[in-house]
């Protein structure tokens, strides 16, 4: 097979996405009934009782001992259908970090999971914002439809008046709550009935029918049948047309109900996500579009992980596979040095398993060992010389002065906060007001502050003390200090400036926000940083 076929069958042949969802909607539960009907796993529960048997053994980072949670973030691949699946963990709960937003970067496809009885919440928001600035293709997964929950109908207009996105019902619920018992999958014209199985820990048993089919009348009673009758209705009516395209610019959100613990709907959903969900995408380049069958290897770096085993105390960079064939122990060049680098001992990551590998293609994620130098964003690549577009600041909600209460070990203290700045733990800020020279430390999640200050003490040896800023929102303005002089004053903002001196609005609430822009229309704000140039 010629390389370029090679390449081609593996872009087809593989399907990559990221979960957005609020804490409790069900991601951990929906990941291991994905790799439950993916073969992965024969039995679920293994998830997480690895997490259990991790904890026991305690061989991780001390800091995630002490809060009992995970920091580390994962790949999962599994095979299903001729397809290779790789699913990028996105940190959530306290581990919620910029992180989080920056493998949104590395993926070519969303799910967004909502809990059916609350609908859409904030960090689900959040994590939609980001997806509508790379325009993913998002799926909906409406969970948790086995326990009482809101109308689909009323989920479908929540999702359209509050993010302006429309949706594509793929499948619809039979009952809700305690009479869920299946769903009507709209491609097929098809009734899917369920059994329940102990826990959900192996594949639910199905009764399939056709909607015509007159035995339904045996299996379903009347009243759900006349409801999923007219709400069809509706919807057939209602509802915007398919068009596949609107779904890959993510305009329009294929969207499915069902029940991940009882793995109503499970099988259906990934199904038709690989059906429908876009293959490995090209990326904006300094050499323009980059198809991921251009046959060179390039790639560029989202996340970076520190200490990731205590017994290597290394770090490890993951990076995203975006177009050619990456081979182990092959030779490429870092786009922001200028240096060459051989990555002798990449990983795929299953879980928290680390397997050598040799080969990986566009849509895949490596883990490689970083002596310190990557940063977040960088290209590697080999052949012509490529820089991709890098990925944007996210708009940070905590902030605190970070002190050293040591003089004597300034040195110190600049170097880990500049070296943690570099690549990419945290975002720094400092005050206009030369006399205040200590850094803020601006963050998206709390634990992105403990990580800083744990590695400023166990890397740097400095002993830091934080002393925390009244902000929770942070916008960047479009033209700078001139624009923001033209304006005057403002009220109940504090102004600070970014690592390249930019001016950067912070308020205490989105109340304070709205009311600057409301008097301010002239002034344009910005939830992302824009890029470095
Ligand atoms: P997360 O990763 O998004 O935070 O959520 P996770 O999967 O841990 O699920 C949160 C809780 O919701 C868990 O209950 C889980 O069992 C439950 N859950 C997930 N999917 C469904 C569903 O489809 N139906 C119902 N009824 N519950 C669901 P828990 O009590 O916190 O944990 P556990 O004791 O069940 O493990």
Redesign the pocket.
């Known amino acids: 097979m010629s390389t370029e076929q090679e390449l081609k069958q593996a872009v087809e042949s593989r399907r990559n996405f990221a979960i957005i ?12 009934k994905l790799l439950l009907y993916g073969g992965a796993i024969h039995q679920a529960g293994a998830v ?1 009782s690895k997490r259990a048997q991790r904890q026991a053994t305690s061989d991780w980072m001390e800091l995630e001992k002490q809060r009992g949670i995970s920091i580390t973030s994962t790949v999962l691949q599994f095979d299903y259908h001729n397809f290779q699946i790789n699913l990028l963990d996105t940190p ?2 306290q581990d919620f970090s910029e992180d989080t937003y920056r493998t949104l970067a590395a993926a070519d496809n969303a799910v967004m ?1 909502i809990d059916a009885a609350k609908g859409l919440e904030p960090q689900t928001r959040k994590l939609f914002e980001v997806c509508r600035m790379r325009s993913l293709p998002i799926f909906t997964f409406a ?5 009482p929950s809101r109308e689909p109908l009323e989920l479908i207009d929540e999702i359209e008046q509050e993010l302006g996105l429309q949706t594509y019902a793929v499948n619809w619920p039979i009952g809700l709550g305690d009479r869920f018992q299946g769903v009507y999958d709209r491609r097929t014209e098809q009734i899917h009935l369920f059994q329940r199985t102990a826990h959900g820990s192996t594949q639910a048993q199905s009764t399939v029918l056709s909607i015509t089919d007159p035995k339904i009348e045996e299996v379903l009673d009347q009243e759900l049948y006349f409801q999923l009758k007219d709400e069809i209705e509706i919807i057939e009516e209602v509802a915007p047309d398919f068009d596949l395209k609107r779904i890959h610019n993510g305009e329009l959100s294929p969207m499915f109900f ?5 793995n ?1 709907g499970v099988q259906l959903f990934l199904d038709a996500f690989l059906e429908y969900a876009q293959p490995p995408e090209a990326h904006q380049s300094s050499l323009g579009e980059m198809n991921p069958t251009y046959p060179d290897f390039t790639g560029f770096v989202f996340k970076l992980q520190a200490n990731m085993d205590p017994k290597h105390r290394d770090r490890v960079a993951f990076v995203r596979v975006c177009t050619g064939k990456f081979e182990k122990d092959m030779t490429v060049n870092h786009a922001r040095s200028g240096k060459t680098v051989r990555l002798s001992r990449p990983q795929k990551l299953f879980a928290q398993d680390r397997d050598s590998i040799d080969n990986a293609y566009p849509g895949d994620v490596i883990g490689l060992n970083n002596p310190g130098m990557f940063a977040i964003g960088d290209t590697v690549y080999t052949g012509q010389k490529i820089v991709y577009e890098g990925i944007p600041s996210f708009s940070p909600e905590l902030f605190a002065y970070l002190k050293n209460p040591n003089s004597s070990r300034f040195k110190q203290f600049h170097k880990g906060v500049t070296e943690l700045r570099e690549e990419g733990a945290i975002q720094i800020m400092y005050s206009k007001d030369e006399s205040k020279r200590d850094p803020i430390l601006a963050a998206v999640g709390q634990l992105q502050l403990e990580v800083v200050q744990y590695r400023m003490e166990n890397e740097y040896n400095v002993e830091t003390r934080l002393e925390m800023l009244p902000y929770k929102v942070a916008r960047w303005v479009k033209g700078g200090w001139e624009a923001l002089d033209e304006v005057g004053r403002l009220f109940n903002t504090a102004i600070v400036k970014d690592i390249l001196d930019r001016p950067v609005l912070l308020f205490k609430n989105q109340w304070n926000l709205q009311q600057v822009e409301g008097d301010h229309p002239e002034l344009q704000l910005s939830a992302i940083a824009p890029l470095e140039r």
């Open positions: 969802s609020h804490p409790d909607a069900g991601k951990t539960t929906l990941t291991e997480k959530g709960h999971l969970n948790k439809m086995d326990r069902g029940s991940a613990m009882t109503f």
